[in-house]
Nanobody
């Protein structure tokens, strides 16, 4: 079973920042598009940001200008830098790796934005 290992979640005040990290096996990282999804209580899982192997990025409208996805090919790690966090960003954030119909998921990390 391929493992995507996430870290960096936690509790932050509104307006604060967090950085999520996701490490993947090289065989996955080198060939799969990477991304982050999130799921808030009572809501469907939604895409937050994605990055291709060539570095092209895509963001949900709700996070554009506040979140930045990046990848470090030397470390086989993808990051999600989250700034100006809002209470509505509270969710479990999942790292994902995707190649055609093959999608892998991490275990999720909780992000809570609250005063």
């Amino acid at each position: 079973q391929v493992q995507l290992v996430e870290s960096g979640g936690g509790l932050v005040q509104p307006g604060g920042s967090l950085r999520l990290s996701c490490a993947a096996p090289r065989s996955i990282f080198s060939n799969y598009a990477m991304g982050w999804y999130r799921q808030a209580p009572g809501k469907q899982r939604e895409s937050v940001a994605t990055i291709t192997t060539t570095g092209s990025t895509n963001y949900a409208d709700s996070v554009k200008g506040r979140f930045t996805i990046s990848r470090d090919n030397a470390k086989n790690t993808v990051y999600l830098e989250m700034n100006s966090l809002k209470p509505e960003d509270t969710a479990v954030y999942y790292c994902t790796a995707n190649l055609f119909l093959d999608r892998r998921w991490g275990q999720g990390t909780q992000v809570t934005v609250s005063a």
